[in-house]
C-alpha cells in the first residue's frame, strides 16, 4: 500500500495526498473486514465481498460512517449490478476498479460508466498495477485518484497531468478545446 496517492479533481490541481484507504483482497474473512481500530480506519472491500455481507449489522455501521468503500474486479460486470451500486451512492465515499495488470483496459470502461451513467459523484480511484503511462487517459475517462504502483515516482506522475494545455476530445473532465480559441490563447 503506498502512503500516498494521486489525486485530481475534476475542477481543480492535481496533488498528492495521504492514502487513508487500505485495499482489502476478502480472503482472510475469518472475522470480517479487517481490524479498523489500530493502523487505517477506513477499507475498500471487494465488490463481490460487498455483496454477500452488506446486510451485516456491523458493515452497516461502518458503511454509514464512511468507513467502507467497494473496489470492483476486473471481471466484474458492474451494469449487472445497477441497483446495488445505486444504493452504494449514499454509503460509499469510495470506489475504486482494480487493474490486475496495466494493460488491462477492462476498468477504464468502469470509471466511465460510474460517471456516465450512474452519476457517481464521489472518488473513483484506479489501483492494482496503475502505471504513469495510464495517468491521463485514466483522468480523462474519470478517474479522480491513483494509487500507483510501488516502483512509480509519483512527482513525475503528478507531472503528467500539465502535459497538454489543448483537449482534441470531449471527455468526463473537460469539452474539447476548439481551435479558434486555442489560438488566441496562444
Do not use: C
Amino acid at each position: 500500500m503506498n502512503k500516498q496517492i494521486i489525486r485530481f479533481p475534476k475542477d481543480g490541481q492535481a496533488s498528492l495526498v495521504a492514502n487513508e484507504w487500505q485495499v482489502w483482497d476478502g480472503e482472510s474473512d475469518e472475522g470480517g473486514i479487517p481490524d479498523l481500530e489500530h493502523g487505517l480506519h477506513k477499507v475498500l472491500v471487494p465488490f463481490h465481498w460487498w455483496i454477500t455481507h452488506h446486510k451485516n449489522a456491523d458493515i452497516i455501521e461502518r458503511a454509514h460512517k464512511g468507513e467502507i468503500g467497494v473496489w470492483f474486479a476486473a471481471d466484474e460486470d458492474i451494469l449487472k449490478h445497477a441497483d446495488m451500486i445505486q444504493a452504494g451512492k449514499a454509503l460509499w465515499p469510495v470506489v475504486a476498479a482494480h487493474f490486475p495488470i496495466f494493460r488491462d483496459a477492462r476498468r477504464y470502461s468502469t470509471a466511465a460508466l460510474l460517471r456516465q451513467r450512474f452519476q457517481w459523484q464521489g472518488e473513483v480511484r484506479a489501483i492494482g498495477d496503475v502505471l504513469i503511462d495510464q495517468l491521463l487517459q485514466g483522468a480523462r475517462v474519470g478517474f479522480d485518484a491513483f494509487e500507483m504502483r510501488a516502483d512509480q515516482d509519483l512527482e513525475i506522475g503528478l507531472q503528467q497531468f500539465a502535459l497538454f494545455s489543448v483537449t482534441t476530445q470531449n471527455s468526463w473532465r473537460d469539452k474539447r478545446t476548439s481551435l479558434q480559441r486555442a489560438s488566441l490563447e496562444a
